[in-house]
Nanobody, 123 residues
């Protein structure tokens, strides 16, 4: 089994910064892409940022230039640095990872999610 544990959320004023972390643990052979999604009340979950194992990144237009995703492969951890936060960034943020695990049929990729962490930006 693989677990993803997020940390770093909370309540901040608009214009301030937060850094989210997500650590993967368990029966990990290797990790492919990792990413952050968010879901605001009454809205669908959306991709915020993603990073490949080769560190190529992709961002939602709404966070481009304000958020930075990075990863530490030695720690199986992905980060999301969020600067210039806006009230519309308020949401539950979820970590996602495609993890290669050992199975009876060899190494196979599986998709895992964290439990979610609240980020609230006040105006």
């Amino acid at each position: 089994q693989v677990q993803l544990v997020e940390s770093g959320g909370g309540l901040v004023q608009a214009g301030r910064s937060l850094r989210l972390s997500c650590a993967a643990s368990g029966s990990i052979f290797s990790i492919n892409a990792m990413g952050w999604y968010r879901q605001a009340p009454g809205k669908q979950r959306e991709l915020v940022a993603a990073i490949t194992s080769g560190t190529s990144t992709n961002y939602a237009d709404s966070v481009q230039g304000r958020f930075t995703i990075s990863r530490d492969n030695a720690k199986n951890t992905v980060y999301l640095q969020m600067n210039s936060l806006k009230p519309e960034d308020t949401a539950v943020y979820y970590c996602n990872a495609e993890v290669n695990v050992r199975t009876a049929w060899g190494i196979r990729p599986h998709d895992y999610w964290g439990q979610g962490i609240q980020v609230t930006v006040s105006s």
